[in-house]
C-alpha cells in the first residue's frame, strides 16, 4: 500500500485552517463574556454626620478590584476646611493610607472642573495621584473599553441617559453612596438607578432659565423682569421684532433634533411633565406638551423665530448680530457663550423663565451628567474617593465652582449651595447674580424628570418630527401622531 | 518544486527521515510557508474573526456590555422594516450615487484626458490642483462647508444674493441638503479619479491616435473609440469604487448635518453608525450585512454590464 498522497495546496489550506481557527479560539477567549455582577461592598461606608473621622475608605488596596470598601476609620488631616459642610466626610479630609492612582477620562469643558477638585484632592491624600485625560468621542470610547474591558479608566463622565444602557459594566455605588441619597437632587440620583441600584455620581444638573440681550431690550423698551408668562414672551417678541425694523426675533428654534428635542421637553417640564414617564409611557399628547408645542408652532407662524443650530458659527453670530434676544436654555449655556461672544461681554441677562399660565412652574431641566466607575476599573475604590471628595463634598464642590472659566455647572448635591459664592456676581452676564438665580431654580427642580434606557434612540426619531413643525411641514397633531407610530414601530420598549 | 530546488533539498542532511522528505516536499524550505502562514494569522485575527463575530452578533441583542440575547432573525427584520429611516437611508445613498458617480467618473476621465494633453502647458500645476482636494482632511472639508453653506452668513449665500439671487438653504431645506453633498464630493472626488484615470490614459499607445488620426478621425471620434474602450477597466474600478463610496459615506453627514434636516441627508453609512451609537450592536451587524448585499449586487450588476464581451469570446 502507498503513503498517502498530500497536495501541497492542500497543506498551505490546513496551515491556514489551524492558524485562523487557533487565532479565532484566541480571540474568542478574549471576547466579552457574561459578567457576574460583583459582590456588593460588605460594609457600608459609616454615616459622616455623628463621626467626622469615620467614612468611607479611600483606595486601601488597588490590586484587588472587587475587594470592598472598608470603613475604616481614618484619622482626621489637619488641612480639614474650617468652613465645611454641615456633614463633613472623611474623604474630603483623611489621606488615603496605600499608595495608589486614578485615571479620570475627563472631555474638554468638564477638565477643568475635575482638574480641580483632584487638585485640592490630591493635597489632601498625597498618597492618591490622579491622572486626567480628555479623549475626544469619551462615550464611544468609554463604551469600547467597557465592552473589551480593557485600557479603563478609573474613572469617567457620562451623560446621564447612558447610565441606563451601561449600567452592566459599571460599579454598583448604592451603598457606597446611599449616606449621602438624602443629599441629593433627587431625580439626579433617580435617573442613574437601575433596578434599584445607583451606577454612578451625579454631577451637574441644568436648571433653565431665560437669557436675554440687554441692550435690545432696553431699546425696545420691554423689561424682562417683568415677563411672567409667555403670552408676555410673545408679546415682548412683537415689540423687539417692530423696535429693530423687523430684524430681532424672539426665538431660535433649534435645529438640531437632538438639542430640539430636549428644548421642547424644557417647556413641558416646567409643569412636571417629561417626554416619558417613569412606566417609559410616551406623554407627548398629554396638555402641557400639547400647551408647549402650540406655543411654538404660534411662535414659528409669527415670524418670530429663527432657525439655528445650536453650537455652530451661525448659532453664535445670531446672537453677536442680534438676530435672536431670548433664549430660554439651561444653566450650562453660559460656560459656551463667553468664549464665542467675547463682544457681548456685559450685554446678557437672565431672567426665571415665564410660565404658561399665571403661577404656573417655572423650574425646569435640561441635560446634566454624571460620574462613572467601571467595574473592572483597576483602581475603583481610589475613583471613588476621588468622586466623592468632588461630588460629594462642599470643599470639592467649592474647588470645582472656583476653578477658572467655571459657569453654569450647578452641583446635584445640596449642601454645596450652602456657601457665599452663590451670591457672587457674574461679569460677562452685567455683574448679575446668576448663581443666586439658577440656584434657586435648580433647588425648585420637578421631581419628575425621566431618562428612559432608550433615550438616544427616541430623541433622534421625536427631534426630526419637531424639525418638521418647526419648518412648517407638520402641524402639532401630526407631530404628536407621527412620532408616536415611529416609536411603536421602532422602539418595543416605549409604551405608547 | 523546481529541479533545481529539489537537487538542493535532496542534498540536504537528514534527507531519510520523515521530516527530511516532509521538507523536500515543501519544495526544500519551511521559510515560504512561515512567512505565508503570519499573513494568514493576521488575516485571521484582524478580517476573517471580526467578520465571522460580527455576523454572529447579528443574530443577538446586545448593548456593549452584558451578555448578549439572542433573538434570531428580528434584526434584520427590524432592519428591512425601518422604511422610514433605513430605505430612506438606502433612497438617500442611491441619490447621490446618481448625482455623484457618473459626474465623477466622467468628469475625471475628461480632465485626465485634458490634462494629459501633450500641448498643455503647466500640466503639473492643473494636475496638483485638480488633485489636491483629494488630500484635504475630511474634518476640515466638513467645518469649512458647514460655515460656507449656511444659510444666513454663509459665503455661497452671499455670492448669490450678490447676483441678485434669493439665498438657499444649502444644509438647512429638505430638498437641498442631498445636491449640496453632491456637490461638495464631486469636488472632492473628481480629482483623485483624475489621478486613476491618468495612470490608464498613459498606457495607452500612442500610435493608436497617430493611426486614427491618419485615417481622418478627430479627437472625438478618437476619444470615443479608442480612449472609452480602452480604459474600460479603469471607468469600471472608479465606478464600483465610487458606488462603496457613495453607500459607505459618512463623514460628510455626520460633521456638517448629521444626516439632518429630518434625515434627508442620513446616508446608509450614516445609519449605521447610529445604530452603534445607540448602542443596538446587533442591529449595526445586521444592517453591515445588508448593506454589504447591497453593494455586492450593484457592484456585480456593473461587473455584467460593463464587461468585455470580444475577450469573454475570445
Known amino acids: 500500500m502507498g503513503a498517502p498522497v498530500i497536495r501541497r495546496r492542500a497543506l498551505l489550506q490546513s496551515i491556514a485552517s489551524v492558524g485562523a481557527v487557533s487565532v479565532i479560539g484566541a480571540l474568542a477567549a478574549c471576547a466579552p463574556a457574561p459578567t457576574p455582577t460583583p459582590p456588593p461592598p460588605t460594609k457600608a461606608p459609616a454615616p459622616a454626620a455623628p463621626a467626622p473621622t469615620q467614612a468611607p475608605a479611600a483606595a486601601p488596596k488597588p490590586a484587588a478590584p472587587t475587594a470592598a470598601p472598608t470603613a475604616a476609620p481614618k484619622p482626621a488631616a489637619p488641612t480639614a476646611a474650617p468652613t465645611a459642610a454641615p456633614k463633613p466626610t472623611v474623604a474630603a479630609q483623611a489621606p488615603a493610607k496605600a499608595p495608589g492612582e486614578a485615571i479620570v477620562w475627563a472631555p474638554v469643558g468638564t477638565d477643568h472642573y475635575m482638574k480641580a477638585a483632584g487638585k485640592e484632592f490630591m493635597a489632601r491624600n498625597p498618597n492618591i495621584k490622579l491622572t486626567f485625560d480628555a479623549p475626544g468621542g469619551i462615550i464611544n470610547k468609554y463604551a469600547t473599553a467597557l465592552t473589551a474591558g480593557v485600557d479603563l479608566p478609573d474613572v469617567s463622565f457620562l451623560f446621564d441617559t447612558h447610565v441606563p444602557i451601561y449600567y452592566q459594566g459599571l460599579w454598583d455605588l448604592t451603598t457606597l453612596i446611599k449616606p449621602y441619597a438624602k443629599d441629593m437632587i433627587a431625580f439626579k440620583l433617580q435617573i442613574v438607578t437601575v433596578q434599584g441600584k445607583t451606577y454612578s455620581v451625579p454631577w451637574d444638573t441644568g436648571p433653565c432659565v431665560m437669557y436675554y440681550r440687554r441692550d435690545i431690550c432696553a431699546k425696545a423698551g420691554v423689561d424682562p423682569e417683568k415677563i411672567l408668562t409667555y403670552d408676555d414672551l410673545l408679546a415682548a417678541g412683537q415689540k423687539v421684532k417692530e423696535a429693530t425694523g423687523g430684524k430681532s426675533r424672539l426665538l431660535n428654534l433649534e435645529q438640531s433634533p437632538v438639542t430640539a428635542t430636549n428644548w421642547v421637553e424644557m417647556f413641558a417640564s416646567q409643569d412636571g411633565v417629561s417626554l416619558f414617564n417613569r412606566e417609559n409611557k410616551y406623554q407627548i399628547k398629554t396638555p402641557e406638551f400639547t400647551r408647549a408645542l402650540n406655543y411654538l408652532e404660534t411662535v414659528r407662524k409669527s415670524d418670530l423665530g429663527i432657525r439655528r443650530t445650536w453650537n455652530t458659527p451661525a448659532y453664535f453670530k445670531a446672537f453677536l448680530d442680534g438676530e435672536v434676544v431670548f433664549h430660554p436654555y439651561a444653566s450650562w449655556w453660559a460656560n459656551f457663550v463667553p468664549p464665542n461672544l467675547k463682544e457681548l461681554n456685559g450685554q446678557f441677562g437672565a431672567v426665571k423663565l415665564p410660565a404658561f399660565v399665571k403661577g404656573g412652574g417655572t423650574s425646569a431641566n435640561m441635560g446634566g451628567s454624571t460620574w462613572a466607575i467601571a467595574q473592572k476599573a483597576k483602581n475603583r475604590e481610589n475613583g471613588w474617593a476621588y468622586l466623592e471628595f468632588a461630588m460629594l463634598t462642599k470643599e470639592g464642590w467649592l474647588a470645582q465652582l472656583r476653578a477658572e472659566g467655571s459657569a453654569g455647572v450647578l452641583p446635584s448635591y445640596i449642601p454645596a449651595y450652602d456657601d457665599p459664592f452663590f451670591e457672587r456676581p457674574v461679569e460677562f452676564f452685567g455683574g448679575q447674580k446668576l448663581w443666586k438665580l439658577w440656584m434657586e431654580v435648580a433647588k425648585s427642580l420637578p421631581s419628575t424628570v425621566w431618562f428612559p434606557p432608550f433615550w438616544s434612540e427616541a430623541n433622534g426619531i421625536i427631534g426630526n418630527h419637531f424639525q418638521a413643525m418647526f419648518d412648517g411641514k407638520k402641524t402639532v397633531e401630526q407631530v404628536q401622531n407621527d412620532s408616536a407610530a415611529e416609536l411603536k414601530q421602532k422602539i418595543k420598549e416605549a409604551v405608547i | ?314
Open chain 2, 1 to 314: 518544486m523546481s529541479t533545481h530546488g529539489a537537487a538542493a533539498a535532496a542534498q540536504r542532511p537528514g534527507r531519510g527521515t520523515w521530516i527530511g522528505r516532509f521538507r523536500a516536499w515543501l519544495g526544500g524550505s519551511y521559510a515560504p510557508y512561515i512567512f505565508l502562514l503570519s499573513w494568514f494569522l493576521a488575516f485571521a485575527a484582524f478580517m476573517a474573526y471580526p467578520i465571522g463575530y460580527a455576523l454572529w452578533l447579528s443574530f443577538y441583542s446586545w448593548r456593549g456590555v452584558g451578555p448578549p440575547e439572542p433573538v434570531g432573525l428580528e434584526n434584520y427584520v427590524y432592519v428591512l422594516t425601518d422604511v422610514s429611516t433605513f430605505w430612506l437611508s438606502i433612497g438617500n445613498s442611491a441619490y447621490l450615487w446618481a448625482a455623484i458617480v457618473p459626474a465623477q467618473t466622467f468628469g475625471g476621465l475628461i480632465l485626465a484626458v485634458v490634462v494629459n494633453g501633450a500641448r498643455l502647458r503647466g500640466r503639473g500645476l492643473f494636475r496638483t490642483t485638480f488633485f489636491l482636494p483629494g488630500v484635504i482632511s475630511l474634518v476640515v472639508i466638513g467645518v469649512v462647508a458647514r460655515i460656507m453653506f449656511e444659510r444666513s452668513n454663509g459665503v455661497v449665500n452671499a455670492f448669490l444674493e450678490a447676483v441678485g439671487i434669493s439665498p438657499i438653504g444649502w444644509l438647512e431645506d429638505t430638498d437641498w441638503s442631498k445636491p449640496t453633498f453632491a456637490l461638495i464630493s464631486l469636488w472632492r472626488y473628481t480629482g483623485y479619479t483624475m489621478v486613476l484615470m491618468l495612470a490608464g490614459l498613459q498606457n495607452i499607445s500612442i500610435e493608436l491616435y497617430e493611426a486614427a488620426r491618419v485615417d481622418g478621425a478627430g479627437t472625438v471620434r478618437s476619444f470615443v473609440h479608442i480612449t472609452v474602450p480602452l480604459m474600460r477597466r479603469i471607468i469600471l474600478f472608479c465606478l464600483i469604487i465610487g458606488t462603496i463610496g457613495c453607500f459607505q459615506m459618512f463623514a460628510e453627514p455626520y460633521l456638517i448635518t448629521q444626516g439632518g434636516p429630518q434625515n434627508s441627508s442620513l446616508t446608509a453609512g450614516l445609519y449605521l453608525f447610529n445604530q452603534m451609537g445607540n448602542a443596538r450592536l446587533g442591529r449595526a451587524s445586521a444592517t453591515t450585512f445588508l448593506l454589504l448585499a447591497v453593494m455586492l449586487a450593484v457592484s456585480l450588476l456593473m461587473l455584467r454590464v460593463g464587461r468585455d464581451t470580444s475577450e469573454a469570446k475570445s
